[in-house]
């Protein structure tokens, strides 16, 4: 069985495009994939913190040293990084934010990019252990800066899934969305077509 994990990274709760577009190719690939499991992780009511000297020294406390809090933290990174290995497509709603990604998808990041879990270094090289995975990142743009120096999104989230293992990245862009309202329908438009090209 097909398992397709959707990650909502915006910082609204309601209404952002991002979410919406990523909802509607969830739905396209469960129509493509009948019986599909599907989970959605969303960042913004996981509030996961961002990384202080208590969640690293939790990260880098030997098992059988750790305390119940740290314990606590580990747990929490290891059950997101099974969600992850688990998932056969993965749906990543990203919103550009000052020409980044947002900090709920950055913070996420930092507690499943884990040596000798989700990546290892070799005398080739680093290594990425999450791998088989076909991953889509829908983008929301408030204006237009695919192929842009503008635009660090797109290399950022390549590198950095790819240095885990996931290569197969496909973007689906909707930029303009703040240049009026017929800018706006065009890129929602486009970004639909690209969906249903899926």
Aim: charge should be negative; proline fraction near 4%.
């Amino acid at each position: 069985m097909t398992t397709i994990l959707q990650i909502n990274s915006a910082a609204r709760s309601q209404g952002a495009q991002s979410t919406l577009l990523a909802d509607e190719l969830t739905a396209k690939l469960q129509q493509a994939n009948p019986g599909a499991k599907t989970v959605v992780r969303n960042l913004l009511a996981d509030n996961l913190p961002h990384l202080d000297d208590a969640t690293l020294g939790a990260f880098f406390t030997p098992a059988e040293q750790r305390t119940a809090v740290q314990a606590a933290v580990n747990t929490k990174s290891e059950a997101l990084i099974a969600e992850l290995q688990a998932a056969d497509v993965v749906v990543i709603a990203a919103p550009m934010y000052n020409f980044g990604i947002s900090s709920q998808l950055k913070t996420y990041f930092d507690w499943i990019a884990r040596a000798g879990i989700t990546f290892q270094y070799t005398a080739n090289g680093p290594e990425g252990l999450v791998k088989g995975k076909k991953v889509f990142v829908v983008t929301a743009r408030g204006g237009k800066y695919q192929g842009t120096p503008h635009d660090s999104q797109t290399p950022y989230l390549t590198s950095f899934l790819g240095f885990l293992g996931m290569t197969d990245v496909n973007f689906i862009y909707a930029e303009g969305l703040n240049m009026g309202p017929d800018v706006a329908g065009a890129a929602l438009a486009a970004a639909r077509e690209a969906i249903a090209a899926v």
